[in-house]
């Protein structure tokens, strides 16, 4: 991502706003020392030589000073309140990008416990509705060698099969998966996107399965972006996304695209919020620009779908 020309950075942001906290917090404690130094010289000072002259005049000094304390609160608090609530919202941005000493360092600035590790840095962009359509399709070994190649002649992005259930893997996922990488890695396609299409049933086992079959155990290559067909028995089950699109997103950091029927598309959002949406309509499906993809039509020969963005946004959307 290319940074525009006065753009400040998370942490430039932090250390500003931490700049900002520190020197007021400094400020009103040695403005309030100044005044608790004045107090006690007072208070010393007629201890020596106590009468009731030198009792009252202590006494409405000490007032004035009470009033002087009140009146430095007053000014210099909100403001701190202010500064530590800017670095407070900052600080998760720029935590990534700290090391844990520094991390650790800001955190006691602003009376927070320290950490034993940074939070790994965010990654993958959010879909953001754009101009444009791309065209692309989904395959599986229902798909012969000549129809897979043709779907994929002249498509930025591409999904195929993998798994299904907790023990099954499609039988011309490896070779394929493996061409469409070297697709993605020459630049001639953005995305490749494997899917599992659930059973019924534990979700994070499938997940699991789904994983270890793609060599998947943290986060994912740019270009590759995973999936979770769920239509079918498993429609009865919004359970078993659920899991298995939490386990996903434990593993890699981010949440896979969810395929399913028009028609179930608000069921498949309340069963995972944050996941990208995949929404199969017949007809009209190009017209529906609401969610990332629609699969437009079951031929010929192969699932048609499209992206709704251009290449610039695919390309982010599949972590470039």
């Given at each position: 991502?290319?940074r525009?020309?006065?753009?400040?950075?998370?942490?430039?942001?932090?250390?500003?706003d931490?700049?900002?906290?520190?020197?007021?917090?400094?400020?009103?404690t040695?403005?309030?020392?100044s005044?608790?130094?004045?107090?006690?010289q007072?208070i010393?000072?007629?201890?020596?030589?106590?009468?009731?002259?030198?009792?009252?005049?202590?006494?409405?000094?000490?007032?004035a000073?009470?009033?002087k304390e009140?009146?430095l609160?007053?000014?210099?608090?909100?403001?701190?309140?202010?500064?530590?609530?800017?670095?407070l919202?900052?600080?998760?941005?720029?935590?990534?990008?700290l090391?844990l000493?520094?991390?650790?360092?800001?955190?006691?600035t602003?009376?927070?416990?320290?950490?034993?590790?940074?939070?790994?840095?965010?990654y993958?962009?959010?879909?953001?509705?754009?101009?444009?359509?791309?065209?692309g399709?989904?395959?599986?070994?229902y798909?012969?060698?000549?129809?897979?190649?043709?779907?994929?002649?002249?498509?930025?992005?591409?999904?195929?099969?993998?798994?299904?259930g907790?023990s099954y893997?499609?039988?011309t996922f490896?070779k394929?998966?493996a061409?469409?990488?070297?697709?993605v890695?020459?630049?001639?396609?953005?995305?490749r996107?494997?899917y599992?299409?659930?059973d019924?049933?534990?979700?994070?086992?499938?997940?699991?399965h789904?994983?270890n079959?793609?060599?998947?155990h943290?986060?994912?290559?740019?270009?590759?972006?995973?999936?979770?067909?769920?239509?079918?028995?498993?429609?009865s089950?919004?359970?078993?996304?659920?899991?298995?699109?939490?386990?996903?997103?434990?593993?890699?950091?981010?949440?896979?695209?969810?395929?399913?029927s028009?028609?179930?598309?608000?069921?498949?959002?309340?069963?995972?919020?944050?996941a990208?949406?995949?929404?199969a309509q017949w007809t009209?499906?190009k017209a529906?620009?609401?969610?990332?993809?629609?699969?437009y039509?079951?031929?010929?020969?192969?699932d048609?779908?499209?992206?709704?963005?251009g290449?610039?946004?695919?390309?982010?959307?599949?972590?470039?």
């Amino acid at each position: 991502m290319f940074r525009q020309p006065g753009m400040t950075t998370p942490v430039k942001q932090l250390n500003a706003d931490l700049a900002k906290f520190k020197s007021l917090t400094s400020k009103e404690t040695r403005a309030l020392a100044s005044v608790k130094t004045q107090e006690a010289q007072i208070i010393k000072s007629y201890q020596t030589a106590p009468s009731l002259t030198a009792f009252k005049d202590a006494a409405a000094r000490l007032v004035a000073l009470g009033a002087k304390e009140e009146q430095l609160r007053e000014h210099y608090d909100p403001s701190i309140a202010k500064a530590k609530k800017a670095a407070l919202k900052d600080l998760p941005k720029a935590a990534p990008s700290l090391s844990l000493k520094t991390l650790n360092a800001d955190r006691k600035t602003l009376g927070l416990a320290p950490v034993k590790h940074t939070p790994a840095p965010a990654y993958g962009e959010p879909w953001k509705k754009g101009k444009g359509q791309l065209e692309g399709g989904d395959t599986s070994h229902y798909q012969s060698n000549a129809t897979f190649e043709k779907s994929i002649a002249h498509s930025q992005f591409a999904a195929i099969k993998a798994t299904e259930g907790t023990s099954y893997v499609d039988p011309t996922f490896k070779k394929r998966w493996a061409e469409l990488g070297k697709k993605v890695d020459s630049g001639k396609m953005s995305l490749r996107m494997a899917y599992l299409f659930l059973d019924k049933g534990n979700g994070a086992g499938q997940a699991k399965h789904f994983l270890n079959t793609l060599g998947i155990h943290g986060k994912l290559k740019p270009g590759t972006r995973l999936a979770l067909d769920w239509e079918a028995g498993a429609l009865s089950s919004p359970q078993t996304l659920k899991d298995a699109a939490n386990y996903i997103h434990k593993v890699t950091g981010l949440w896979p695209v969810i395929y399913t029927s028009g028609s179930q598309v608000s069921r498949a959002k309340a069963a995972v919020p944050h996941a990208p949406l995949w929404a199969a309509q017949w007809t009209g499906g190009k017209a529906n620009h609401n969610v990332p993809f629609v699969q437009y039509s079951d031929g010929p020969g192969y699932d048609h779908d499209v992206f709704n963005g251009g290449t610039a946004a695919l390309r982010k959307f599949a972590g470039f």
